[in-house]
C-alpha cells in the first residue's frame, strides 16, 4: 500500500521504555504558547503509579525520537511506565500479537482496512460515545473523523475504536514563488481559477505542469491521489465512501468523471513536461524537479506533504518552493472544503486503566502541541495552539486540516490491496498510455469483481 511503501524506512525493530523521571522536551509553564493549564488538569486525575502501559506503533527513526517526547509527558504525569515499540513489518506483527492473545496494550496503525479487521474479530475495545462526542466538538469536520475511526465489532454493531493522531495532507499543489512572481502568476483560489492558470501558462509559452508516475513495482500510485482529490471536489463525500467499498462500482459515471477530470491535466501534451507520454515513464521523485530548472520545465506539481524530500538539496520550503490548497469547484461551493489525506489511529487493544488514560491523555493539547513544536505533525484538535507549529509550512498545512469542512483518508489504502494497491495503479498507467477512463474503470471493475 502507498502509506506503507512511503513509510518503509527501516528494517530493524525499535524498542524503548524511557524511564518515568525522563527529562521533558519543554518544561510546564515556561513557554506561554503551550497549554499547560490542560496538562496540569490532566495529572490531577490520573495517579498511575506502578502500572506499565505497552504501545505498539509506526514510528521508527527520528519519529520514534519524537513520539517517544510525548510520551515522557504522559510518563509525568501519570507515573505508568511506558514502553513502546515498533517494527518493519507492523502491519503484520500486530495481527500475529493479537491472535496470539498477546496484543499490546495500546496499538497505533495508519491502514483503516486492518483496523476494521481487527475490530471484527472483537480484538479491540470501543472508546464510547463520550470519545466520539469529544471528536465531533474538538476537531475540525469532525463527523469525518467519528466515521474514519467507527467500525463494526464482533456482533456487527457499530462503534467507535479509534482516536485519529498525527495526520497526513494530500491535497497540496507546489510551486516555486519567484517563478509565480517572474510571470504574474497569482495563486488559485478555485478549480476554476487553477484550470484558468495552466492555460495561461501554456498561452505564455510554458509548460505548467510536473506529473510522474513512476515508482519501481508501485508505478502509478501518484494518480491515485489525483483521482481522490478529484472525486471530493465534484461529488459528495458520502459517494467518495461509497466509491472505496465498491458500493458503487468503478465503472459508475462519477468515477470515471473523477478520472477525466485527472485527465484534463495529464493527457494533454502541451499541460505536462515531456508530454503525456512522459507521465507514467517519469519517477515521482524526479518529477517536482522541473520547478526547480531555469527557466522551469514547470510551474506546478500536485503531491504530499512529504515531497519536499525529495527538492534540490538546499531548498527552504516557505522560501525558495510554497504550497497551497488545491482547491475545489467554486461551482461546487456545496462540497466545501474537502481534504485528502492519511494518518495513524489509536485502539486499546487491552483494556485497562492505562490504556484508558492514555486516549484521555491524547485529547490534551499538550499531546498535540509537544510534536507540533517540533517536526512532522499535523493536528485537527482545533484548542492546539497553531503558533506551537515548528515552521510556518507546517503552520499552514495544519490550517489546511483546521479549515476543513471534509477529510477523507487515502481511497486506494481503504480499497483491497489488489484494487488500491494493483488493478487502480496500473489502470492510472494505461489510461495516461492513452486508454479511455471508461475502458480503465471497466478495469479495474472486473479485477474487483474477481476478489468478491
Known amino acids: 500500500m502507498k502509506r506503507t511503501f512511503l513509510m ?29 493549564g490542560s496538562y496540569e488538569e490532566f495529572k490531577k486525575g490520573h495517579d498511575l503509579k506502578g502500572q506499565t502501559l505497552t504501545i505498539f506503533g509506526p514510528w521508527r527513526g527520528e519519529d520514534q525520537a519524537l513520539v517517544e517526547s510525548v510520551l515522557d509527558y504522559f510518563r509525568d504525569a501519570t507515573g505508568v511506565d511506558v514502553k513502546y515499540s515498533s517494527s518493519e513489518n507492523y502491519e503484520q506483527q500486530i495481527v500475529i500479537d493479537t491472535q496470539a492473545g498477546s496484543p ?17 474479530k472483537g480484538y479491540l475495545t470501543p472508546l464510547g460515545e463520550e470519545t466520539q462526542k469529544w471528536l465531533l466538538d474538538n476537531y475540525a469536520a469532525g463527523q469525518s473523523w467519528v466515521d474514519l475511526s467507527t467500525y463494526a465489532g464482533k456482533d456487527g454493531k457499530k462503534e467507535l475504536y479509534a482516536f485519529p493522531y498525527k495526520i497526513d495532507v494530500k491535497s497540496l499543489v507546489w510551486y516555486v514563488p519567484e517563478n509565480f512572481e517572474d510571470s504574474g502568476y497569482e495563486v488559485p483560489k478555485t478549480m476554476e481559477e487553477l484550470k484558468a492558470l495552466t492555460e495561461k501558462i501554456v498561452a505564455d509559452g510554458g509548460t505548467p505542469w510536473c506529473i510522474g508516475l513512476g515508482s519501481g513495482g508501485a508505478t502509478g500510485w501518484p494518480a491515485t491521489d489525483w483521482v481522490e482529490d478529484m472525486m471530493l471536489r465534484t461529488q459528495p463525500a458520502d459517494v467518495y465512501d461509497k466509491w472505496t467499498t465498491n458500493a458503487i462500482p468503478f465503472t459508475d459515471p462519477a468515477v470515471v468523471g473523477a478520472i477525466d477530470e485527472f485527465g484534463w491535466f495529464a493527457k494533454n501534451d502541451k499541460n ?20 526547480f530548472s531555469s527557466p522551469p520545465k514547470c510551474y506546478l506539481h500536485h503531491q504530499a506533504s512529504f515531497i519536499p524530500s525529495f527538492f534540490p538539496e538546499g531548498t527552504v520550503v516557505g522560501e525558495d518552493a510554497d504550497f497551497f490548497y488545491m482547491p475545489p469547484y467554486a461551482s461546487k461551493a456545496d462540497l466545501g472544503n474537502p481534504v485528502l489525506g492519511a494518518g495513524t489511529l489509536a485502539m486499546i487493544t487491552k483494556d485497562t486503566p492505562a490504556s484508558r488514560a492514555f486516549i484521555e491523555f491524547l485529547k490534551t493539547p499538550i499531546a498535540h502541541e509537544v510534536w507540533m513544536a517540533q517536526s512532522s505533525f499535523l493536528t485537527p484538535l482545533k484548542s492546539a495552539n497553531k503558533d506551537t507549529y515548528a515552521n510556518g509550512p507546517m503552520k499552514k498545512q495544519g490550517e489546511i486540516l483546521l479549515n476543513a469542512t471534509t477529510f477523507r483518508f487515502d481511497g486506494s489504502d481503504l480499497m483491497p490491496g489488489k484494487i488500491g494497491a494493483g488493478a487502480f495503479w496500473t489502470g492510472m498507467v494505461d489510461y495516461v498510455g492513452g486508454k479511455s477512463s471508461a475502458d480503465v474503470a471497466a478495469d479495474v471493475q ?7
Open 446 to 452: 472486473k479485477a474487483w469483481d474477481a476478489i468478491k
Open 272 to 291: 505536462v513536461d515531456g508530454g503525456a507520454a512522459a507521465v507514467a515513464s517519469t519517477d515521482f521523485r524526479d518529477s517536482p524537479k522541473g520547478l
Open 104 to 120: 499490546p496494550d495500546v496499538a497505533v496503525l495508519p491502514q483503516p482496512g486492518l483496523i476494521a479487521d481487527l475490530a471484527s
Open 8 to 36: 518503509g524506512v527501516a528494517a530493524i525493530a525499535l524498542v524503548a521504555g524511557a524511564a518515568n523521571a525522563a527529562e521533558l522536551k519543554f518544561k510546564p509553564g515556561e513557554d506561554s504558547k503551550f497549554n499547560w
